[in-house]
């Protein structure tokens, strides 16, 4: 009676398979359509400079969308990340232009790989706050991290009192020149930020889906009583996804100013939007417990080629935000849809086995 | 099938058939309820009975056949057509509001107003509070449903459909998480309900139950009624005859074995509760290997407590446990798992199982640091240790990587079972471990308790049942208002003591006294 082996075509009738596969290859194929529609409508649009550019974008909101996705699974929302950008950029701002005045008529300065340790650990740390704020407070997801998202953003204000910090191209003494690498720097080709964007992204889908770490963060997502009834331990998961995003923000702090090679304050107002949106494309749940690194960087790929290629087109920048408020819409629509005929399959392989 | 002349029917089925995709769920099955008459529905999960049950409350439509109400065709496109009709249900899982309280549950979507507009809140609270007298319980109106324990939400539940003033009441397995006390309660209700010319759908895994309270019996078996007829004359054998279709299965015949030494004690345990109270009182007990011991006690008796004391689930707990004569002082579950202790939790859906994800990571998650190297996870492993369980423990699955949320009540449970074992525990603690699984699944698992504790594992089970615990256990425990009130040998137990022994610590003395459990539970 046991039978593992039943196979999907006995059970299912006729098409149904197909129409799934299809609903779970939604996103790429959304992107395609994406693609193939802009390369004939706008010219220019698949010249290897115009991919160059739009994949810089992309990447930015990708690295926010990575991380939102961990927290999203886990049930939480992280709204900070757009203030932790901007604080971070700030951060390695300051670190390059001013040091650390230590009182004492000296300033500390340092070489450029300790200012990106620096910078990548605030951003770990404001998540670990939000991470402290929900595990130990029990502050709601939302609140923990709208209270960081304003805090992070009006230290970042003050830091230079709503100014910008210019010209960052560091002194030869310190050995902190080079900056602009991380921005506009490139290997073979490929800009430096989409090969972080291939590591990050392959640590993340590593994580979810090869390490115990990523089994925990869905059970948690998906029953937290019951994920720590079986051992997991979830205060801990919590903590690491939060953190995790703040390190994904960091980096796309460090990248922005090193691209302008210069940090402003009100860098990264309302990216946490583009994450969230980049992940619910990319079929993450807001209840929790189901989505993918590689769908998500997919869905970063739908939102930023649109919104380059309807620039491209000449479309208003009024319209360019109506049509991507549809494009999420739809998305989530669809998903209830693949949803249910997931379901529905399963229970009819279910009646088969009985 | 005879019909006995004051028992009208009040509503039939006829031909009725529904068809799943994929499956056949119910083939051309007739059903009469009988007014004023306990209309009994058996027979093993998934064979149809919670369907046909859906039907009539208007929740599914039938694929083909009809459904006859004094003579006339009636449609049910919806609950609402199906109340209105005076049908009323009470689901097997539990459909409450946690967040709101007792009266506003109990009026959900029917509430008593003023205009239209206004909650008439006081009047609602009275009549909460006038049904569940009736059911011989003082739970308040005003506390919230999340506060209860299963037990009493059922309760909740029971009185919701009272509400309704339905004259065809369907009961889906309302005594799964009833103490003996509280069934006495409910079957003097239902004889209420019967004098006033209800009709009652009763669908239950307890035979005797039905025995004892039905009047006219239907057996469906995989969507195909196998029997029909009143109860006159009927026993348990003739009933799983007609649910199994061969003899009667063995009920976990003890396989004698020695026990090894002590692998499992618990000194002095206390938990006081929200109300000042002791939920678990000066909890003593030992338990050596091969042995199971079965904790029996009625609701609030404080032994699911007891046992999330044992998984650390109440940091306050006081006093000591032991695995192997050595402290347990590990402070969280992972630690206490990996010392070799597993809990099967009574609330299957909301602590057991992450509905959403397949069965292979459900099975594994407790178990995952042993398919690891490193941060590195051994899928392979991992898939051939799920096939091995999924095929020890007989758990019907078409696939592994399905939602563990398509499988049936029974395969579930031993879904859960399989997770706790993929631990290697020394000690095995389960509670309610037969909750809402059928029969032929119920004598799997129990089964599977026996090969384990024949296996050397300590088991400490938990039930309201007293057949259960009876059949089951090598030595008894009973508990009541937290405090360990009786200790027997299993096979020397008998029923009237062990009744005595729950009932301890409950006010004077005589049957009623049950109405006072909660003041001090």
């Known amino acids: 009676m046991t039978s593992l082996t039943a196979t999907q075509g006995q059970t299912g009738s006729g098409g149904q398979p197909l129409v799934l596969l299809l609903l779970k290859l939604r996103t790429f194929i959304a992107l395609i359509a994406v693609f193939a529609f802009f390369s004939m409508a706008a010219p220019n649009f698949l010249s290897a400079a115009n991919f160059v550019i739009m994949s810089k974008h992309v990447a930015l909101n990708a690295f926010l969308a990575i991380g939102m996705t961990f927290v999203i699974i886990t049930g939480g929302i992280d709204l900070s990340v757009g203030s932790i950008v901007g604080l971070c950029g700030m951060v390695a701002g300051w670190l390059i232009l001013n040091g650390i005045d230590l009182g004492i008529g000296y300033s500390l300065y340092f070489n450029l790989f300790e200012i990106i340790l620096i910078t990548l650990a605030v951003g770990v740390l404001v998540g670990a706050i939000n991470g402290l704020l929900i595990t130990r407070l029990n502050v709601a997801p939302f609140i923990a991290t709208l209270g960081t998202l304003y805090v992070a953003r009006g230290l970042a204000l003050l830091s230079s009192d709503g100014a910008t910090f210019p010209n960052l191209v560091g002194k030869e003494d310190y050995g902190s020149t080079g900056f602009y690498l991380i921005g506009t720097g490139s290997i073979l080709g490929i800009p430096i930020s989409i090969w972080l964007l291939i590591a990050v992204g392959c640590a993340a889908a590593y994580i979810a889906s090869r390490t115990p770490l990523g089994r925990h963060i869905y059970a948690v997502g998906g029953n937290e009583k019951a994920a720590a009834l079986s051992g997991v331990k979830v205060n801990r998961v919590k903590m690491f996804v939060y953190m995790f995003s703040g390190f994904c923000a960091a980096i796309v702090g460090l990248v922005i100013s090193s691209q302008l ?37 997919v869905g970063a790929f739908v939102i930023g080629v649109l919104s380059d290629g309807l620039v ?43 | 099938m005879m019909t006995a002349p004051d028992h009208r029917i009040g509503l039939s089925v006829r031909g009725a058939t529904k068809v799943y995709p994929g499956t056949l769920a119910l083939n051309d099955v007739d059903f009469d309820v009988h007014l004023g008459a306990v209309n009994v529905l058996v027979g093993e999960n998934g064979a149809g009975k919670s369907t046909l049950m859906k039907v009539i409350a208007g929740v599914e439509q039938l694929t083909s056949g009809e459904i006859l109400m004094e003579g006339e065709r009636l449609s049910l496109p919806d609950t609402r057509t199906a109340a209105a009709h005076g049908i009323g249900i009470v689901f097997q899982e539990l459909n409450l509001f946690p967040n709101m309280t007792v009266a506003d549950n109990i009026f959900i979507a029917r509430e008593k107003t003023r205009a239209g507009i206004d909650i008439a809140a006081g009047e609602q609270k009275k009549e909460a509070v006038e049904l569940l007298k009736r059911l011989e319980h003082d739970i308040s109106p005003d506390a919230l449903v999340s506060d209860l324990r299963i037990g009493e939400q059922q309760i909740v539940e029971i009185a919701k459909a009272l509400a309704q003033d339905a004259r065809i009441l369907i009961m889906d397995e309302p005594t799964s998480a009833l103490s003996a006390a509280e069934v006495e309660i409910l079957f003097r209700v239902i004889a209420d309900l019967k004098k006033r010319g209800v009709g009652i759908v009763y669908i239950s895994h307890r035979l005797e139950e039905l025995i004892r309270i039905g009047d006219y019996i239907t057996v469906l078996r995989d969507g195909v009624r196998t029997g029909a007829r009143s109860m006159e004359g009927v026993d348990v054998s003739w009933i799983v005859r007609n649910m199994i279709g061969a003899a009667s299965k063995d009920f976990a015949k003890t396989v004698q074995h020695d026990f090894g030494d002590e692998i499992f004690r618990s000194e002095d345990i206390c938990l006081i509760g929200k109300t000042g109270k002791y939920v678990v009182d000066h909890v003593s007990l030992s338990l050596r290997a091969g042995e199971i011991v079965g904790i029996y006690g009625l609701m609030g008796a404080g032994r699911s407590e007891f046992f999330e004391c044992i998984m650390a689930q109440h940091p306050n707990c006081s006093g000591a446990f032991f695995i192997e004569g050595k402290p347990l002082n590990e402070p969280d579950v992972a630690g206490r798992i990996s010392r070799g202790l597993a809990l099967i939790p009574e609330d299957r859906k909301a602590e057991g199982l992450v509905q959403i994800l397949p069965i292979r990571e459900n099975m594994s998650l407790s178990s995952l640091g042993s398919f690891a190297k490193g941060i590195h996870l051994s899928l392979r492993r991992e898939r051939e240790t799920v096939a091995r369980f999924v095929r020890d423990l007989t758990i019907k699955i078409a696939s ?19 997770k706790a074992l993929m631990t290697s525990p020394k000690v095995l603690l389960m509670d309610e471990p037969s909750r809402g699984i059928d029969i032929g699944a119920k004598a799997e698992v129990f089964r599977t308790m026996r090969k384990l504790a024949a296996e050397g594992l300590g088991i400490l089970f938990v039930t309201s049942d007293l057949e259960e615990v009876m059949s089951l256990s090598d030595r008894i425990v009973v508990m009541s208002n937290g405090r360990i009130t009786g200790e027997f040998n299993g096979p020397d137990a008998t029923e009237e003591q062990i009744i005595a022994a729950s009932a301890i610590g409950h006010a004077p003395s005589g049957e009623a006294n049950h109405m006072n459990e909660r003041k001090h539970g």
């Open chain 2, 400 to 418: 592994m990587e399905n939602p563990v949320s398509s499988l049936s009540g029974g395969n579930q449970q031993k879904v859960v079972i399989g």
């Open chain 1, 312 to 354: 491209m087109m000449g479309v208003s920048s009024f319209w360019q935000t109506v049509i991507k408020g549809l494009v999420i819409i739809a998305a989530v629509v669809v998903d209830q849809a693949q949803q249910r005929l997931q379901a529905r399959v399963a229970l009819q392989q279910q009646a088969a086995a009985r």
């Open chain 1, 261 to 297: 090679v210069a940090s402003h304050p009100a860098t990264g107002e309302t990216f946490e939007l583009n994450a969230i949106a980049a992940a619910v494309l990319g079929g993450t749940s807001m209840s929790g417990g189901r989505g993918r690194i590689g769908g998500t960087i």
